[in-house]
């Protein structure tokens, strides 16, 4: 069944990704993270542990997934070396997050939870970087 | 089965909502609204009718929605009447837009696809508003 | 001189307040408050008091700050009851900031800055408030 | 005398950037971008021309500059590369969309000044990536 996202994408008078379900799953991965990073970073500050490190990046990843999510789900053509660098920075900040997060996830299950989430993002925009039409 | 936001409420060090539920589903619809009113806006200013209201509420119910996830993503307590005056204004935004929408809806699919995801999160605040701990 | 915002305003084809002074005034206390809050939050998780509350405090005021800035940066006109319960949570939000920010000004100066900047925000909401045309 | 966003910084437990003069620059040009921006797409959809690509790229550069502006707003040291990403990133949104800005600079007076704006963060971004410690 097509998600909410992929339905407005059909529904679009120009899109530019004619199939769309490439970008249609990165926005997803995107505020799936937006959620999961937030969330992280709230927990994080209660834990007794210095958790200033992953916090950060926490902040970071929800920041740039919520404004890399933002532009995929514009689906007109935009500047596509500016979307790529965009995307590329997601990459980066879902990885780092990701990696962070895994150190602490065997104690803490909110960590491992992002984790998990950050890793099918950082994989979303591997594939949406592909997609990217010059 | 348990969502991403759902898990990561249950792994929550000090949770607000001891059950999460009604928080997790209020936040996925939030989200789900920023992705919609954006792609709307989008497809909006491709359509040769003058759409700039629509436009203009989809931009407004995108952020609203945006800010009133995160807000809400954050498990641990926060300030009561700030948190209810933002799901308030969440609900009206959803409210504005789900209204101008459906009048769109006959002709143009993406503003009839966005006014169903305004009209849950709209539904989504009121039961959050209810669930606020003073 | 005028501001770039109040630039803005003057040359926008169909403002709906006609002076703009005071709507200009409030999007710039709410994006020097994102500013501070999201420095002043990011000083708190490195200190070693528990700073969980005034972190909390300071991300959600940011996020209440962004997207106010940004639909009172929108100068058309737009659903009254949503903008006015928009720009209520934010004057809150800023409050309860301010509260938080206080108790940690004497030792902590980024906290002291930080409540400075909520206190013109709240002040310049509640002039919002009163200029919010029906 | 120091502004808002330069004193936060003095005050920082651990800065990044030791000067923290170039950080701040940036930031402040990033949130001035954002209230640009966010203006000129909503004076662009009341415009009888088709404006959808002037929209389009304000929209992104809108976002793209928030995300940017809160990553440098904290001081504290992040992920290197992906910082460096986002700064591209940004760098790229405001070249596209003062470029574009400037074909209609002419006669519409907000997307005049709102090019100057993304100039100024252009070149806020170039001289920030240089300061990037890795």
């Not at 926490?58 to 596509?80: E, F, I, K, M, P």
Request: a negative charge; hydrophobic letters at 40%; charged letters at 25%.
């Amino acid at each position: 069944m097509a998600t909410t996202i992929e339905r407005m994408f059909e529904s679009h008078p120009l899109p530019t990704d004619t199939d769309g379900s490439v970008t249609a799953a990165c926005v997803e991965a995107c505020f799936e993270c937006v959620q999961c990073c937030t969330a992280c970073a709230d927990a994080c500050t209660l834990e007794d542990e210095d958790m200033h490190k992953c916090i950060r990046l926490n902040l970071d990843c929800a920041d740039v997934c919520d404004t890399t999510g933002r532009l995929l789900a514009r689906a007109s053509h935009t500047d596509a070396p500016m979307l790529r660098a965009q995307v590329e920075a997601c990459r980066l900040a879902c990885v780092a997050c990701a990696d962070e997060c895994e150190r602490h996830g065997k104690h803490m299950r909110h960590c491992a939870v992002c984790a998990e989430a950050c890793r099918r993002c950082a994989a979303a925009c591997e594939r949406m970087a592909a997609a990217i039409v010059p």
